[in-house]
């Protein structure tokens, strides 16, 4: 038995799940392509050493960023994440809002070919605009609906092209159109949309407070330029731009909310036409607790009959 909380960035998930698990007996697997990067925290809204210290939380600070980090690596902790919560008693809650990450783990990685070590290694030295312009030759339709700004995207596009001689985009659609029943206890989390507006903008304003600058200089000294996936981070790319000269703070601050509304809104996009989700929209002013303490009254019926077919009977712990 698992349960799945996706949504998008500012909705409330992570305290929602911490509250979750603390009521089920569960252990929080974190589905964030970034928050698996040590030392990119404030950025990327990493849950506090408090908080690690209620629940136990996985698939965090798991690699550097000079490292390079992909779906079927996410599926491969994740599934070993997931038997060892479930292997003393306790419920595993996916929660995040990397859409590719939940749909690989959940339905698979599809047919695309592994990744290529040597192959990568030659991609990440070619320049961009080649690149971008052998994508638009061989495959203009995933070139025209690629984030081209996403160095990883594009090399991953160019890698299938390479490995199969057959572009990515009917390879992908197959697997987009083809969603797998979701378990019993999958959730997309939202927040009307004026709400979640106001809640993204004063994250944002939080992780400035709470030293966005000083951090991305931390990481720009440990040589973070030099890493593009870990560089794609929301929030730090525009921080970098700013420490550049090339717009001020306060232009920054703008525009890391316009970007992560932006973000939001593909997120939202995503979770609706790539998955089967049970969609839970909080009424305006709904606390986390009280979402949690709604969906800890829905799902305890379903984790009792999962732990009584699996032979366990954990007492949940207390929040």
């Known amino acids: 038995m698992k349960v799945v909380l996706a949504g998008p960035t500012a909705?409330?998930?992570?305290?929602?799940?911490?509250?979750?698990?603390?009521?089920?007996?569960?252990?929080?697997?974190?589905?964030?392509?970034?928050?698996?990067?040590?030392?990119?925290?404030?950025?990327?809204?990493?849950?506090?050493?408090?908080?690690?210290?209620?629940?136990?939380?996985?698939?965090?600070?798991?690699?550097?960023p000079s490292e390079r980090f992909d779906a079927a690596q996410f599926v491969q902790l994740a599934a070993q994440a997931m038997v060892d919560i479930q292997s003393r008693g306790r419920v595993p809650i996916l929660c995040g809002g990397t859409g590719l990450y939940f749909k690989a783990v959940l339905e698979g990685l599809g047919q695309a070919p592994p990744a290529d070590p040597v192959l990568r290694a030659e991609l990440y030295a070619t320049p961009l605009e080649r690149l971008l312009l052998e994508l638009a030759e061989r495959d203009p339709q995933t070139y025209e609906r690629i984030d081209r700004?996403?160095?990883?995207?594009?090399?991953?596009?160019?890698?299938?092209?390479?490995?199969?001689?057959?572009?990515?985009s009917p390879q992908r659609r197959a697997w987009e159109q083809s969603p797998?029943?979701?378990?019993?206890?999958?959730?997309?989390?939202?927040?009307?949309?004026?709400?979640?507006?106001?809640?993204?903008?004063?994250?944002?304003?939080?992780?400035?407070?709470?030293?966005?600058?000083?951090?991305?200089?931390?990481?720009?000294?440990?040589?973070?330029?030099?890493?593009?996936?870990a560089m794609q981070a929301l929030g730090y790319r525009q921080v970098v731009e700013h420490l550049s000269g090339v717009r001020s703070l306060a232009e920054t601050v703008e525009l890391v909310k316009l970007r992560s509304r932006q973000f939001a809104k593909k997120q939202l996009t995503w979770f609706r036409r790539q998955m089967r989700l049970t969609w839970i929209t909080a009424r305006p002013g709904q606390s986390d607790r009280e979402m949690a303490?709604?969906?800890?009254?829905?799902?305890?019926?379903?984790i009792s009959s999962g732990r009584r077919s699996s032979g366990g009977s954990p007492s949940p712990s207390s929040p």
């Open 149 to 168: 700004r996403n160095p990883r995207r594009i090399i991953r596009a160019i890698e299938v092209l390479r490995l199969t001689g057959r572009p990515l």
């Open 11 to 64: 909705a409330g998930k992570s305290a929602i799940a911490l509250l979750l698990a603390e009521k089920l007996g569960g252990e929080i697997i974190s589905v964030d392509s970034m928050q698996v990067y040590r030392g990119l925290d404030i950025g990327t809204a990493k849950p506090t050493a408090q908080e690690r210290s209620r629940v136990p939380h996985h698939l965090i600070d798991v690699v550097e």
């Open 293 to 302: 303490e709604l969906l800890a009254g829905a799902l305890a019926p379903v």
């Open 180 to 229: 797998a029943t979701p378990p019993p206890a999958a959730f997309c989390l939202t927040r009307p949309a004026d709400e979640l507006r106001q809640r993204i903008d004063a994250r944002v304003d939080r992780m400035f407070r709470e030293g966005l600058v000083a951090e991305t200089e931390r990481l720009l000294e440990a040589g973070l330029a030099e890493h593009p996936i």
